[in-house]
């Protein structure tokens, strides 16, 4: 008999365990509770531990989050190794996974429950304008790595997956308050209720106010943008019923409207002003022939970009119509079978009725075979057909260089994620993996048209039909250990990457007195390779700690007429080091977390454009500290500072970041 | 000879030791929380049926173990499992108005019988003793430690008309 046993004879009856009441989406809570550790689906689309997942991966749980006193998500994935964060303002921090960061990144696919949550019109993510708030985060997960055989476009670099709690399942309530320096005052509420047993609602909304930094405004043209006061105001509400014994149906809106100050794609500060709305709606069931997923979503952009001198509108809509099935066969092969329809549209570019738009026609497919029980084999194949469509007029007319026709554009390409996973004992795991990743040129590099005649001279800048998408090929070897006497473990990783048909910058075609034309066009080839380490553990039952280390060398192969437009090579550092100490005592908790980033070049340009060049950032060392007090039960108040050793600080090729303190008061209840 | 012998009776030992065994609250917790995972899930007061070998004295450790975690219901989401103590020989009744029937170690003698009876009455079938999963002779198998290890005998849940949530399926190991 178990020792451990005689010491819970008696008490027993008392523990409680949650399960789920018939699971058809995914329930994350029951099944971490019954494995021990995280789920997730963001690996291969089925659901698996996070210890067998064939793909570097990590898991921010709802703990971790809270522990980061953080207020955005990129504050959360900076602590994760491997990840590059670029802070360029109060509001606007830029992710991107093993390098290649650039304001606007477009090579990252962000969702929210599975919904694509990056925009469109630039394939950027605005992380401030996302429609979830902290306190309704269930888990963050992080895919490094190409993977579009299973998600699609812009998971080129690698997928961030914010997984929130279930209306049905889950039960969050929470309110938070915050306020702090750079003006900071926040609000945010978080609900699930029931309507009978089978419908189950969770409602949210929050909201901010900032001031950007006070910086010393060099630019006179950037004077009037950084004076903006960022805001935010976001609500979501999801509703999730139980139809029959064994389907389920969902349905999601959220809208958001943030302004904001952000360092554009051309590396100068504009202001932004965006409007989200999406609405979404899912069916699940357990069927004889699986279990099987139908989801259809839109998502709406307006989002205009101004500054005294200038002023542009994006009016994007992405429909998405997608249906999985996930079924096993025999006891060692579990297949995923997919479809997807996406349609997405850019409209009324340039204030004209100009609109550029591409259907994309999806199959997919993953095989899962479980060799042995040491030996894992995953393989997933997608392949993507591109439709490319343009209607209205051209600015300029006959000068522009192409026409509606040009836009009658076909792309078709195959990705693929392979992963071999060993796990040479209960506590060794090695995995081999090769991934090939397709990022397709965005809406604004296909269809972007700013064009006018000044008198005689005529200045055209125009996006192109002939762009190709960015190739990316990954091959990685990574070998992971338990380590029981620390409580802890070993993450380690190597891998070489490849990009092929690098986006974009904009290529002379003409140059003349009389004319400046020019099209948007890729601009060459870049690799990568690298290493990663972390390690972790436990002191006694109140301390936690994690270093990690991430190494990284991007060499570029671009054309000249980039020079001022990309440059990863440079930007991308070559080494990051990260230490974190966590403390858990009764009442009170504490997080301390260092990182020190080797010195970069960033571009950077001036708002008239006479000026792009590259700005040194010097290598940094920064802090980020937390406190919190658990004043009664579910009520803690907490103190949290970032870059809290210096007033500010020079990070990005922006203007400096400075000491950010935040006081919050959360409660739940 | 005779050392061949030893050492065949040795591997014999070896082959036929369950590969894992000594029940313990993490298995029994891991258990509770798999009930939701059956479909349709097992909801309400849910009868456990300890099968124990008086005779055998790791089989009656394990049952009176499985009385002191269980005790008068163990509360697991929508299901409350409730034990009932059955000797071996008394399985084909003790069964009656069971959803699960949880094979103590050390009836490797009374797999069939027991096997028989929780396919008649379409029990679930679960143990800590693997050997009895790769026997078909029950239907699931949990291990806690070092991390939970679920393995599920495909044939003989079909035989027990005990079917898994598809997601459950996907993250478990099935023969």
Partial sequence: MNKFLGGVLGTATAIALALPAAAQTIDYGSLEQLFGEPVTTSATGKPQRASDAPVSMEIISADDIRRTGATNIPDILQRVVGLDVARFAVSQSEVSVRGYNSSFNPRLLVLVDGRQVYLDHYGMTNWDALPVQMAEIRQIEVVKGPNTALFGFNAVGGVVNIITYS??????????????????????????????????????????????????????????????????????????AQVTPDSQLGAEFTGVHERRTEMVNSYFYANGDYELWSGKLTYTANTGIGLVEATAYQNVADVDAFTSNLNVAFNNTVRVAKIQDLFKVGTDHSFRVSAEWRNNQLKDISGTDAKVSYDVYSVGGMWDWAISEKWNLVNALRLDHL??????????????????????????????????????????????????????????????????????????????????????TNYELAYDRAIKEIGGGLRTSVYYQTNEDVRSASRPLVSSPLAIVSETDNVGDSKAVGAEASLRGKIGSDWSWKVGYAFEVVKDDYEAFAATAVNHEDSTPRHKLSAELGYTHGKWEANLFGQYISSTDMLRSSSDFLTVGSSNIPSSLTLAARVGYEITEGVQLAATGFNITQDSQRLTSGYPEERRILFSLSSNF | MQKAAVLLLALGALVSAPAWADVGAKDVQVIAKTVGFTTPPLTGQVKVAVVFDAAAAASQKDAEALKGILGAGLAAGAATLVPVMVPVDQVEAGLDGAAIAFVTTGLSAHYDKVFAAAKAKKVLSVSTDAACVQAGRCVMGVKSEPKVEILVNKAAAEASSVAFAPAFRMMISEI
């Fill in chain 1, 167 to 240: 209306p049905l399942y889950d039960d969050v309530d929470n309110v938070t308050v915050r306020t702090g320096t750079q003006g900071y005052r926040e609000g945010s509420a978080v609900t699930t209720f029931k309507l009978g047993e089978k419908v189950g609602v969770r409602l949210s909304t929050g909201g901010y106010n900032a001031e950007n930094f006070d910086t010393n405004v060099t630019d006179p043209g950037e004077r009037d943008t950084l004076s903006l006061s960022p805001r935010r105001r976001s609500l979501a509400a999801n509703v999730l």
């Fill in chain 1, 387 to 472: 439709r490319l469509d343009r209607s209205g007029p051209f600015q300029g007319g006959a000068s522009a260089p192409f026409t509606n026709d040009d836009y009658d554009r076909s792309l078709t390409q195959p990705s693929f994620n392979s992963g071999l996973v060993y796990k040479a004992t209960d506590i060794d795991t090695v995995r081999l993996s090769v991934a090939r990743g397709v990022g397709v040129p965005s809406l604004f590099e296909f269809g972007n048209m700013q064009a006018s005649f000044f008198g005689p001279f005529f200045f055209g800048s125009y996006g192109s039909p002939r762009l190709d998408p960015t190739i990316v």
